[in-house]
């Protein structure tokens, strides 16, 4: 065990630092790796940040919550809201979108980030693929919210 314990040591020690020989640009992405190798240089470090990552499952939960020098995507937090939305407005937005207006797709439209100027034309094509967006009694909400962004 300890002849295991000492090669482990000694190619510790000569692989790091030759790993600086090796330096490239770190793109390990965010997560716990990164903020403990943080300006540490070489693959050595790039391959402890990604192992640390790995292993924590800590990288999800960063860009998740926007946490561990992760960036949270906007679009999935306003997806995520507008999926909210249409399980809980099913019917009053299948009666919008058959309409083409109304307060539940305006609110759909502001929740989707969709731009003032273009909302009109957005009420139209969702109005003109109702009976694709809504394409049967049994449709999920998942299901009309990808309907929806097919015809965006």
Do not use: W
Not at 54 to 60: C, K, P
Not at 86 to 107: C, H, P, R, S, V
Request: with cysteine; hydrophobic share 40%.
């Amino acid at each position: 065990m300890k002849k295991i314990l000492a090669a482990v040591t000694v190619f510790c020690l000569l692989t790091i630092p030759a790993g600086g020989a090796f330096a490239t640009q770190y793109n390990t992405g965010c997560g716990l790796g990164s903020i403990v190798m943080e300006n540490q240089d070489g693959l050595v470090f790039q391959v402890l940040a990604v192992t640390t990552n790995g292993t924590f499952a800590n990288q999800t939960f960063g860009i998740t919550f926007g946490t561990l020098n992760c960036d949270k995507p906007a679009s999935f937090a306003s997806l995520e809201q507008s999926e909210i939305f249409i399980a809980n407005n099913m019917d009053n937005l299948a009666n919008d979108i058959a309409k083409g207006q109304g307060e539940y797709l305006d609110t759909l439209a502001v929740l989707m980030e969709v731009p003032e100027s273009e909302r009109n034309v957005f009420y139209s094509k969702l109005q003109e693929n109702f009976s694709a967006i809504y394409s049967s009694s049994e449709v999920s909400s998942t299901e009309v919210l990808s309907g929806i962004q097919a015809h965006m």
